[in-house]
Structure formats: C-alpha cells, structure tokens
C-alpha cells in the first residue's frame, strides 16, 4: 500500500514571512515532541537560549549523547526537507523548495565564508523583510550545509561566522585565536607578512596555516582591527595590561612621554572604551618599573621603550660627563648639550645652568669646559661691573600707589612720578627709577604730543594680579637673602640637616618661583652650608649647624593628650617604622581636622553637612571652600600621602629610605596644620 506524501506547511500563505513559513514548516515536519524541544533548545528558537548538549539533556532528563544523536537525526531529516526531497512522508512546498534553492545559490555567491552580519544583510534584503529572526536563520544555515565559526561571546551575544562544508572550519577557528594572542602578546600593529610569519615559524610544514586561512582569521577575528597602513592589531580595550597599552601608546608616538602625559592618554582611552576606573600617574610608574620594555630618564619622570637604545636611564650630569671623556678635551657648551640629546630628553638652559654651577665642570676658556678633576686653569668670562641694585618691583608698586593716592590722579607726568619717588628712595638714582616704572605693572605709559613729546604714567589698579609670588616675597627682602632664608629652613626640616643639591633646587624654585641658577650661586654664598658628596657621587648640600625642633611649634598645643600622640609618631621616625610614622601623623591631622569641623557644626559658625564628614577628600574641600585655608593644594598633597601609608603595600626597604628623606618636611607640614585647626578650635571653644 502506498504512503501518502503530505505537504508542508499548511494553510500558509505563498507571501507569509520567512519565520513565519520556515517555523511553520519545522513544527509540521517534527510530530515528536522530544525532536522539536532540542531542535529548539539547541538553536535558540522561540526566544529561548542557545544550550550545550548537556544543558539540553538535564532540561528534557535525556543523556548528552541521546540529545546529540535526536539532535543528527532531526537535521539530517529537516536538511532533505529543504532541498525538495520527501521525507518521512512529507515534502516542503514547491514554490518554497525553489526560494529555499534559490536562496542557497545566492549564498554562494558571497563567498566559502561570511560573517554574520553579512549573512543577515543579504537574507533581509533577498527575502524583502524588514528583520530576520537570526536564530531561526542559523537554523537554515545549518540545513543548507554551512558550518558555523565561533567568533566570540559577549554581552550582546553569540557571534558566528558561516562556511560551507569544504572549509576546514577547525583551521580557521585556530587560526584566529593564534593571531589573537600573538597581536595580544606584542601589543602593537604588524603587517599581514609579520603575522604569516611569527605564526607559521615553529609549526610543521603540513600544519601551517594558507595565506587564504589567515586572510579569513583576520578579517572575520572582532578582536582585530585594520588601519590604514594594511596592518592589523589588537583592539586597545582587548590589551592585557596598562604595560601593554603604555607600550603601543609609546611605541605609536616614537618619542618618551612624562608619565602625566600616560595617564592622560590612558584614561582617555580608557573612557573612550567605556571604562570607568582612572590610572594615577603613581600606579602606571610603578607598572612600569617592573616591566622589563621600558625604561626611565633619570628623575625627569619620563619613560621611553628599551629598544629604542637611543636612550638612556643615565642622569644628564653623568651623560655630561661621558661627553668630555669621550673626546678627552674641552668641549663647548653646544658640544656637550648635542651629546647628551642624542641619549635622552633635555633643555640647553639645564646644560648651561650645570656647567655654570656644578664643581665637577670648570670653564678653561671662552665657551670651553673641562672636567675639573683633569686640572685645567679655570678663567673668568666676566667683567667687572658696578650694579647699581634697585628696590624691588613690589615695593616700587607700592610707592606708586602712595603717590596716586595722595595726588588723588589717576594720571601724572612720568618725569614728576620719578621725581616723588625719588624723594621716598634718595639713595637710588633718578634714572634708575625713572626706567624702573616704565617697566613697572602698577603703570601703563602714554605718550602725550604737544610741542614736545611727554610721557604720561596712567595708574593700573589691578596692578596686584601682575606680580609673581617671588615679586611678593622679595617687596621688603633681596632675592639673594630670601634665597638662602629658604635653603636653610628646607635644610632644617631634614632629618640629618642634608639633602641632594639638585633636590634642594627644585624645592626651593619650587616653594618661592627663583630661577634654579639663582639658588647655586646662593649657596656658594652661604658660610654655613657645606657641599659634600656621598655614597652615590651625588653632591649634597649640608647645614653645619642647624636644628631639628618641633616642640617650640608643638608647645602652642593645648590638648595634652594629642601632643603624646603627636610625639610617640614622631619617635617612630626611623628606617625601621618611617612608613607607619607618618601613617599616623596622616591619621592625627584626618582626627584634628575632623575635631575642628565637628565644632564648627555645634557652634554653627559655618555650614558643615554629613557629606562633608564622611571622607577626608571631602573634609580637605570645604576647608578650601569655607577659607579655613588659602591654598587647598597643600592639604590635598597631606590627603594623598596620608592614603598612600593607609592603602599602599607595606614599604620595602628603598622606599622607606625615600620617606625618611622626606618625612621631616611631611611632618613639618602636619605639624603647621595642626597646630591651625587646633588654635582654630580652642577659639571656638
């Protein structure tokens, strides 16, 4: 008896959308009820998840291999469903078998492989739909005779490629993770060669991958970009480490880059991909410290990549250095400078303030320099002069207002301005001051045309915002006398009263804006600062006497129990305990200025909300904010070191030399604020 051929599907329409028919088909086609539930649960269909064989089998209570040989079996039939054959007695419509056909032939003509979303693109566009059920369409890709490409999974899902059935799928997929890594593990881009190369070299003749292979594996990998120089890369976000992202940022630009200058380009980046943590300077230095690639310049702050060789980790003295003993003579100061750029980044003013100051140079001629240690006759290109020193800009500011003021003008003759002037200052000469306010920010100067050209002084008011800090320190005191004023206090602060001369430098220039040439010729000046060298070769600039007293500033404490606290921290000053001495000199100044807040809300002298309590950056803000301090910078700078004891790592031996170098001035700075909130406080009370 013969069978009757069912067709499928039924009552569906010839223009029905492709879900639509192709679902309805599928549903027609697998009466058993175990058959349509892991062709379902294994493709996705119907809005469920994709599931592994083993998910499958625990949901429908059925072993692995049972879902597995259901899951055959049902493909083998559904795929001679569509390409018009009967099975188990059913047969797909005509009209369907010939778009199913024609759909299939259309494929082929994309290629032996293609992405998904090309896949998609045409099926939308060759079956006239708006959207196309994408799971149901793996589905039919499987039916076809493609073999799908596991590209990746990430929050959007599954991502696949699809080959025909000739394409060693396997060789693809491997080498995509292949490339992956290697572009991973050098960070930067490299050419289609490079990559042909660095992953066939140690692989079998018979096992290496084809140039069509490779071609796939980088243009389908969504780990990889192309740039415009036809090569490839690793996308940034998908790079293993800070070091690796510092590397291809160094590497792209070819020139060091100040760590400041990583970590904006890195949080940049970083924010750029959707990432929301930030990298301090502080964690990417100390990244790449331990990472064999890169490479400091002395303590510029700069880093550069080790393979470059055209740099160096030597210090410009040392580089100085090698350049007169490479030539074994003389050299001009152009000479030297040309040397040591050629090694590593560097200004001519720092080249010339070092020949000029440092005692390891001496000049032996008219722009000639020799190591001293070679025992040259040093020359003077000076000249003898009389300086005639005039008052400071400050002050000269200062008698221009009084004159204005009791003029009450706002104009005045720049030669009678000079004359009153003169009169408040008769040791300094009329011209001197004559010139001096022409170039003075308290005056703007006109030109006045009658029968003879006179110049007019017009008052500036504002003239303040035009002066420099060192402009102020210096109205009632020489620059020469502030100088060395400040290198003697900074020498104080320090533990043995000694410090690096070039560190002594920059904190002076830093803590008054002086010139850094300025403060050498300063101490040389001094009769009771010594220069030494140590350990390392380094000169060291010594206060023969001095004194390292806190307890005159420690006295004017009227908390008894907070002056213990105080001075058992202090005693714990020592290279054993330095780190967790100023641990808790950071926790005192937190409880101290917490204290004083504290009473400013009882008394309510001041708006102090729980927010404002509830973290010591924050507590740091509203005494910027509320005046308590004029420059919240340095209560900032306390903050960070009084989290860098709290949460950093304990502290081997080198940094603990560090912080002992510098404790005395970390203290000192504790000590000052202290002693303000707690005058500030006892007020309030």
């Not at 006398?481 to 690096?500: A, F, M, P």
């Not at 209560?635 to 860098?644: A, H, K, P, S, T």
Request: hydrophobic share 40%; aromatic share 8%.
């Amino acid at each position: 008896m013969t069978k009757t051929t069912i067709e499928i599907p039924q009552n569906i329409d010839s223009n029905s959308l492709f879900d639509v028919w192709l679902l309805k088909s599928i549903c027609d086609f697998l009466i058993l009820k175990n058959e349509y539930e892991i062709i379902q649960y294994r493709f996705g269909l119907n809005g469920y998840p994709s599931l592994t064989l083993e998910d499958t089998g625990i949901i429908l209570d059925l072993t692995r291999e049972r879902v597995r040989q259901v899951e055959q079996r049902t493909v083998n039939d559904l795929s001679r469903l569509t390409n018009g054959d009967i099975s188990r007695n059913m047969r797909l419509r005509k009209d369907l078998v010939e778009r199913l056909q024609s759909y299939k032939s259309s494929l082929y003509q994309l290629g032996q492989i293609i992405d998904e979303q090309s896949v998609t693109n045409h099926a939308i566009d060759f079956f006239s739909e708006v959207n196309i059920n994408l799971p149901l369409l793996r589905l039919l890709l499987f039916l076809l005779g493609y073999k799908s490409i596991d590209l990746a999974t990430n929050a959007l899902g599954h991502h696949f490629a699809w080959a025909l059935k000739s394409v060693d799928t396997k060789k693809i997929q491997s080498a995509i993770s292949v490339i992956s890594s290697y572009l991973r593990e050098v960070a930067i881009a490299k050419s289609f060669d490079e990559i042909k190369l660095a992953v066939n070299k140690d692989r079998k003749a018979e096992l290496r991958f084809s140039d069509y292979e490779l071609k796939q594996a980088v243009n389908l990998s969504l780990d990889l970009e192309k740039l415009d120089s036809d090569k490839f890369q690793i996308r940034y976000e998908k790079l293993s480490s800070i070091g690796d992202k510092a590397y291809r940022i160094l590497y792209n630009t070819n020139e060091p880059l100040h760590v400041r200058q990583l970590a904006i380009i890195l949080n940049k980046e970083s924010f750029k991909h959707g990432e929301t943590s930030r990298i301090t300077s502080h964690h990417i230095g100390a990244r790449l410290s331990s990472d064999s690639r890169f490479g400091s310049i002395g303590r510029s702050g700069e880093w550069f990549l080790v393979e470059w060789e055209r740099f160096t980790t030597d210090f410009i003295l040392e580089l100085m250095e090698d350049a007169l003993h490479s030539r074994g003579e003389p050299l001009s100061a152009k000479a030297i400078f040309d040397f040591v750029r050629e090694k590593r980044p560097v200004e001519k003013g720092a080249i010339d303030s070092y020949l000029g100051q440092d005692s390891r140079f001496v000049r032996v001629g008219i722009d000639q320099f020799a190591l001293r240690d070679w025992g040259l006759a040093s020359v003077s290109t000076t000249r003898e002069r009389k300086v005639e020193r005039v008052f400071s800009k400050a002050k000269l500011c200062e008698y221009i207002e009084l004159v204005f003021k009791a003029k009450q003008v706002n104009e005045i003759f720049l030669v009678d301005l000079s004359q009153e002037i003169g009169n408040l200052e008769p040791r300094v000469s009329p011209q001197s001051i004559y010139n001096s306010i022409i170039k003075s920010p308290a005056v703007n100067i006109i030109n006045q045309q009658q029968e003879r050209m006179r110049k007019i002084a017009v008052f500036v008011p504002n003239y303040r915002a035009k002066l420099t800090k060192l402009d102020i320190l210096t109205k009632d005191i020489p620059v020469g006398e502030l100088i060395q004023t400040t290198i003697r206090k900074i020498l104080e602060s320090q533990t043995d009263n000694q410090l690096e001369l070039v560190t002594l430098r920059n904190l002076v220039s830093k803590e008054i804006y002086c010139p850094p040439a300025s403060v050498y010729s300063s101490i040389d000046k001094m009769d009771d600062v010594e220069k030494i060298t140590n350990s390392s070769n380094q000169m060291v600039c010594r206060l023969i006497k001095s004194t390292n007293n806190y307890a005159k500033q420690i006295e004017q404490i009227a908390d008894k129990l907070l002056v213990v606290e105080i001075n058992r921290a202090i005693s714990l000053v020592n290279i054993n305990s330095v780190d967790l001495a100023l641990f808790q000199m950071g926790k005192i100044f937190e409880h101290t200025l917490k204290k004083y807040m504290l009473e400013v809300q009882s008394k309510n002298s001041a708006t102090v909300t729980q927010d404002d309590l509830s973290k010591l950056y924050k507590m740091v803000q509203w005494a910027g904010k509320t005046g308590l301090v004029t420059d919240e910078t340095a209560l900032q700078y306390l903050r960070i070191e009084r989290n860098d004891r709290g949460h950093g790592a304990p502290a081997e031996r080198d940094e603990r030399e560090a912080l002992l170098k510098n404790a005395p001035t970390l203290i000192q700075f504790y000590i000052d604020y202290i002693v303000l909130l707690e005058q500030r406080r006892e007020k309030l009370v």
